[in-house]
């Protein structure tokens, strides 16, 4: 096995298990705290927009935008084809939004103490490359 993969899978499930510590305080899955961040980062979407994004089924990310809508985090916006719905912030989730990122940010820093921008860089690059890589 490639150490590069091994060292990725290593690393996985602390970082799910701390940023879910983070955003656990908020009453926040790390699944929500990405739905939010992408509609509020990238803008309103699709639940297919969605599962092709983070390559899951679209029932995940149904059932996931649900339970922000009873949050009421997010509301949903039907487009000419009623079967299209397009998922948008609240003010409610905005605000969520930003509280939340705070959180992550500090947590994120904290677990970049030592590592220059450059080598942030370098993974990010490579590991856009195996984003690329692995939707072929």
């Given amino acids: 096995m490639n150490s590069m993969f091994a060292k990725f899978k290593i690393l996985q499930r602390p970082y799910a298990n701390g940023l879910q510590e983070v955003l656990s ?9 990405g739905l939010i ?5 990238v803008g309103p979407a699709t639940n297919s927009e969605i599962a092709l994004y ?3 089924e679209k029932p995940s990310v149904t059932a996931l935008a649900q339970k922000l809508i009873d949050q009421q985090l997010i509301y949903v916006v039907y487009g000419t084809d009623k079967r299209k719905k397009v998922m948008h912030l609240t003010e409610n989730g905005i605000a969520k939004y930003q509280q939340l990122k705070e959180a992550v940010h500090t947590f994120q820093s904290s677990l970049l103490e030592g ?6 860089e370098i993974v ?5 490359k195996l984003q690329q890589n692995i939707r072929k």
């Fill in 25 to 33: 305080p908020f009453q926040m899955s790390e699944a929500q705290w």
């Fill in 37 to 41: 961040r992408y509609i509020f980062e």
């Fill in 54 to 56: 983070w390559s899951v």
């Fill in 115 to 120: 590592i220059t921008k450059e080598e942030c």
């Fill in 124 to 128: 990010e690059k490579v590991l856009e």
